[in-house]
């Protein structure tokens, strides 16, 4: 399923649907049986009753989880924000598609099915310092692009992003739904110097300008200054939450996407955990404004949703606690003295 308009995509995201409680306070109820101190295996007790929640089962489980890479070009590379060629972008799916990048090896290790989506990179956005990055079509078509690749019947989806000049489109994104200067949300992306860094505050500067008399609905931040690639993660997004699938969200890039929908409605956050805390510095006050603790902090910044990969493997450490470890009655063991 895909959404017809502009309009059906924010009827979506206003009516986002809540996670069964009966599933939930089964899981807890669960949990508190299990031959383990009360609380002793922490987060991961936390994971496994949210994830009874979203997918309404007291024993959640993860027999098909999909990690889907979004692609997009950034016409904002002309002002040379990134310390790589807007190339890069096509170079990289291709070794995606042959096997050969990180998250290859971290979706094959967490169990994952790999899906890359490339969105005309062939034909980048517009350079949002001096028009919209995308038209109202160009935009539908990228949300629709995220929606139409979750699938039912997944029990996680897990979301990554390609795109080099993508993280001063993020920057601008989150300065557009949370305020803040754009110093405050730029950071060194894919490794640029402190001149990269000023040129990057510079263009977000100057975008967030242009549009600033702008209507400031998710969708609009999103055409205005996101891409394709980012906005298809917020249509994916916003799909599985229709589904009532859980999301794994990976780093700074990936998170952005969410914060023009958090925005507009705090609450399509609910279904959402954050994979890891990235070394981008905004990342970490992305995530305080949006309510998510992130599951691990490794000092990652590639991208391509590798954090949210490795995190996946956490997220089946508490599945298999939750759903295998034998009940104090079961065992035979005294639940207290």
């Known amino acids: 399923m895909t959404f017809p308009s502009i309009a059906s995509f924010e009827d979506a995201l206003a009516a986002a649907r809540a996670p069964d409680g009966a599933a939930t306070t089964a899981a807890r109820a669960r949990q508190a049986a299990l031959t383990k101190p009360a609380g002793s295996l922490g987060r991961l007790e936390e994971i496994a009753i949210f994830f009874a929640g979203w997918q309404r089962r007291e024993r959640p489980r993860i027999d ?83 929606a139409g690749v979750v699938e039912e019947g997944l029990d996680l989806v897990v979301l990554g992003e390609m795109g080099i000049g993508n993280s001063t489109a993020a920057a601008a994104l989150c300065a557009r739904s949370f305020g803040g200067s754009a110093a405050d949300w730029v950071g060194p992306g894919t490794g640029v110097d402190a001149g990269g860094i000023a040129r990057k505050t510079g263009v977000v500067t100057q975008a967030l300008a242009f ?50 929908l958090a925005a507009d409605n705090r609450a399509i956050t609910a279904h959402c955990l954050a994979g890891h805390c990235s070394a981008e510095p905004g990342h970490a006050r992305l995530l305080d404004r949006m309510g998510l603790d992130p599951i691990l902090s490794l000092g990652m910044r590639l991208g391509e949703g590798s954090g949210a990969a490795v995190a996946a493997g956490i997220v089946r450490a508490a599945l298999a606690a939750h759903g295998e470890m034998a009940t104090f009655e079961e065992a035979a063991v005294a639940a207290s003295l």
């Open 64 to 146: 098909r989880g999909s990690m889907i890479v979004f692609a997009g070009n950034h016409g904002v590379t002309i002002h040379g924000v990134s310390a790589f060629p807007a190339s890069v972008t096509g170079q990289m799916v291709a070794n995606f598609r042959a096997g050969g990048a990180a998250i290859n090896a971290l979706s094959g290790a967490a169990g994952l099915e790999l899906k890359v989506v490339a969105l005309d990179l062939d034909r980048p956005t517009a350079d949002f310092t001096i028009a919209p990055a995308m038209d109202d079509a160009e935009c539908l078509a990228a949300l629709n692009a995220g």
């Open 211 to 260: 549009h600033g008399a702008a209507p400031n609905s998710a969708v609009e931040t999103l055409r205005r200054v996101g891409g394709r690639e980012i906005a298809a993660i917020a249509g994916a997004v916003v799909r599985a939450r229709q589904l009532g699938i859980p999301v794994l969200l990976d780093g700074f890039i990936c998170c952005s996407a969410v914060a023009p």
